[in-house]
């Protein structure tokens, strides 16, 4: 099991990361099998002259939530919890569930209607309403119970989660600073892999967002908020009416039901997916429904993105070597492209959306700039 050294440097990690200041207001959120670790990150917060505040919940208070509240209840937004978001200056969530399994025997209609009800929530966290967002970390946690649902040895998704945490900034930096200059004022994009994915997507003028697991004044400055830990990435807002082609993800996770899907075949044009030829070997019809249900909570917004491309990812975390289904390590996996659909607003691009999914392609992705003809990344290694 995971040491107390080890949990005091993941602390550290997370709240180094959030760049808080005297007198921020912090919210702490997780299940209750990492109390240990929540509240040594709220020691740290105190020390870093921050105000924190501890939420933590069990996996079977979540199950009778959904198996006992009505769906009318669960559709309204708790204005106590709102407020508490409107007052806080940053956001720190880790790993909610002990054991993933738990989130596959949630109704889906009670989904929803909580993924509705947090709207307001999600706007006011992500400033897509014109407001400043909030600094937020969302950090995973390994567990026995996690490691049988993702099919691996407890021993490896500790390794995937608290190693990827433990690789220094520096290093991180380094790698994501080479991709980003690779990709400076570059155009259009092709991205291949050996799996069937083949697509293009545009970029130019698009921030170059590099997550080394630090939000820094240049980050805030530029409205890049958030960190996922473990980090190791850039990420890029694509032009999201443009791009069309085929992305192959071996493995990924529902976003309502949590359920395993593998071997998604995706397919989209002027940027966006084309539901009705998407397809997976293992429950496509959970990764269908997924898409449609946020495109019934996105009908009341502006304009629908709910399905367009959001995000095109690069993993650079020399820690992270296989993907498992978990997304939050597998799109740090080196040699692999992600690409997201849904909300990006806090990405540099315009999508506002209930829905943000990643699709992890395999690790030996080849991407060219089309302008220049240049090679970027070569069967998974960069160039």
Request: hydrophobic share 35%; glycine share 8%.
């Amino acid at each position: 099991m995971i040491t107390k050294e080890k949990i005091r440097k993941c602390a550290e990690a997370i709240v180094n990361g959030m760049n808080l200041k005297k007198g921020e207001a912090v919210i702490i959120r997780g299940g209750a099998h990492t109390q240990e670790l929540l509240e040594e990150i709220g020691i740290l917060c105190y020390h870093k002259g921050a105000h924190p505040l501890i939420m933590a919940t069990t996996d079977e208070y979540s199950a009778r939530v959904y198996d006992e509240i009505p769906e009318r209840t669960l559709r309204e937004t708790p204005k106590h919890y709102l407020a508490a978001i409107k007052e806080s200056d940053a956001y720190i969530t880790i790993e909610p569930f002990k054991d993933p399994t738990i989130q596959t025997k949630f109704p889906r209609e009670k989904i929803a209607a909580r993924t509705e009800a947090n709207v307001p929530i999600r706007k006011v966290l992500y400033g897509e309403d014109g407001g400043p967002g909030k600094k937020w970390t969302y950090a995973g946690w390994p567990t026995p119970e996690a490691a049988r649902f993702y099919g691996v040895e407890y021993e490896d998704l500790e390794r995937l989660i608290i190693d990827g945490i433990a690789v220094p900034a520096s290093t991180l930096r380094q790698n994501t600073s080479r991709l980003a200059e690779l990709l400076r004022g570059a155009d259009v994009l092709h991205i291949t892999d050996d799996e069937g994915t083949d697509f293009t997507c545009r970029i130019r003028g698009r921030r170059i967002n590099e997550d080394d697991g630090l939000i820094d004044e240049y980050d805030v400055r530029n409205g890049d908020l958030g960190n996922n830990l473990p980090a190791g990435e850039i990420f890029i807002a694509p032009h999201e009416t443009y791009g069309e082609g085929s992305l192959f993800c071996p493995v990924t996770i529902d976003r309502f039901t949590n359920k395993i899907i593998r071997n998604a075949m995706l397919h989209f044009k002027n940027g966006k997916l084309i539901l009705e030829e998407c397809t997976a070997e293992v429950n496509e019809d959970q990764m269908i429904d997924s898409f449609n249900r946020c495109l019934e909570i996105d009908s009341k917004e502006r304009e629908v993105r709910t399905t367009n491309i959001a995000e095109l990812g690069i993993g650079c975390n020399p820690a992270i070597d296989k993907a498992i289904g978990y997304i939050l390590t597998d799109e740090k996996l080196i040699g692999s492209i992600h690409v997201a659909f849904g909300s990006n607003l806090s990405y540099g691009g315009t999508s506002k959306s209930s829905m943000h999914w990643d699709f992890v392609t395999s690790p030996t992705a080849t991407i060219e700039r089309l302008d220049t003809k240049q090679k970027i990344m070569l069967h998974g290694s960069i160039m």
